[in-house]
């Protein structure tokens, strides 16, 4: 069989995902529901029960539900008072929608590296970060940590540098619904926490948000930011500027009957991640992303990083065999003080000699389809193609250079 005919064979495979939705079924009882009440809108029975289903099980005493977790975390900043010439602190190693929001408010972000350790923001680096600003009489208005993947950061270490420098946390919880250090949630650390409903998330309300606190007063000022900040009057006034941020009662909906499978859901994707390391562990060019001792990762992602010389070079032919056979993957996070948006952005290495771990997880590292519904013969499939990759790179290492 020529490489034509091979590629033309993989192609008639259907596609695997990275990480598709994966709905129960009884999300249409509770959209049926909301039809047969009318509350179609962005307000109603659902939002309020999400809300608070929400909060129970993450164990915050409130959450407010929102349309993304981007606007989650603007009403997070907001609230903490961020404004013109502000700074945050916010983890480098994210999706870009973890910053964009410093900026609507006319802030400016200060990127902090990760650790080796949980890949996440370095206590190292902040605490030396904190120093200067505290000594520059110019602390940040707030520190935004990230729990990538689904990998909790190192909650104690960032809370005792936070606490001491009196600089509030908000955790990005968007990848990490269900994860937990030692038994408590993610999200439920910092002075508030936001999660993502996004299609690609653990659970999905097809696009949504929420953000969670344990100040019950401050999330009733976000659902006043988020409905246009309508003053309590009859007629229509306004003594300030708001959003549209609320969550629509049928997407709450959607998101009840989700909440209602996160734990199975959890469960199906560490199974996923052991699956891949058992058959693949055994490789000395591969290490899975660590887990931090006494905290659960939800495993959002399978990510692992390539160990050998040729890293990158063999990263980059196990994502072109994979696309070959119909497989999505994905490189890590591209950290954002490497983004063309935010150039010239401060950064704060995690090692003194200026090396970024978050820059070395970016050049070595790759994502694996993690689906909660993945059947173990798609993954076989996966599990497959990147056995011959690397077994090719032990026997020829020529033919792993991609032109
Ligand atoms: C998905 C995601 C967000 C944004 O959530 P949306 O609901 O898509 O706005 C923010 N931060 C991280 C780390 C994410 O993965």
């Known amino acids: 069989m020529t490489a034509q005919q091979a590629t033309a064979q993989q192609a008639q495979l259907h596609k695997i995902y990275l ?11 509770y959209l049926n529901e909301a039809f047969h009440s009318n509350w179609i809108a962005p307000v109603g029975p659902h939002v309020d029960a999400f809300e608070s289903e929400l909060a129970a099980y993450t164990g915050a005493k409130g959450a407010a539900a929102v349309s993304s977790g981007t606007a989650a975390i603007h009403l997070a900043l907001q609230l903490l008072g961020v404004g013109e010439g502000d700074t945050v602190f916010c983890q480098s190693f994210t999706f870009v929608a973890t910053a964009n929001p410093i900026r609507y408010l006319g802030a400016d972000p200060v990127f902090i590296d990760s650790e080796p350790g949980t890949w996440n923001m370095s206590p190292l680096a902040l605490r030396r970060a904190l120093a200067e600003a505290a000594a520059a009489h110019s602390l940040p208005k707030a520190v935004l940590v990230v729990h990538l993947y689904g990998g909790m950061a190192d909650m104690e270490e960032i809370m005792a540098v936070c606490n001491q420098y009196g600089v509030p946390l908000i955790e990005d919880a968007a990848e990490s619904l269900g994860s937990t250090y030692r038994g408590r949630q993610s999200g439920t650390f910092g002075q508030f926490g936001i999660f ?85 562990g055994g490789y000395a060019e591969l ?111 020529q033919s792993l250079i991609v032109s």
């Open 19 to 29: 990480s598709p939705p994966h709905m129960s079924g009884n999300e249409q009882h």
């Open 196 to 280: 993502s409903f996004n299609g690609n998330k653990i659970i999905t309300t097809s696009g949504g948000g929420m953000l969670i606190s344990d100040d019950t007063e401050a999330l009733g000022r976000a659902r006043f930011l988020a409905t246009q900040g309508r003053d309590n009057a009859r007629h229509y006034q306004h003594s300030q500027m708001g959003y549209n941020y609320r969550m629509s009662n049928l997407l709450a909906g959607v998101g009840r009957a989700q909440l209602e499978v996160l734990n199975e859901r959890v469960a199906a994707r560490r199974s996923v991640f052991r699956r891949y390391e058992e058959t693949l």
């Open 287 to 397: 290490a899975f992303m660590p887990e931090l001792p006494g905290t659960s990762s939800n495993r959002w992602l399978t990510a692992l990083t390539i160990q050998c010389a040729e890293a990158e070079q063999l990263r980059d032919s196990l994502l072109i065999e994979l696309e070959l056979a119909n497989i999505e993957a994905r490189p890590l996070w591209k950290p954002l003080h490497l983004q063309p948006l935010f150039q010239g952005t401060k950064f704060y290495s995690h090692s003194l000699d200026g090396r970024a771990v978050c820059e070395d997880l970016f050049h070595r590292g790759l994502c694996l389809p993690s689906g909660s519904a993945l059947k173990v013969e798609d993954q076989q499939r996966v599990i497959e193609v990147i056995q011959s990759v690397i077994d090719a790179a032990a026997y020829s290492p």
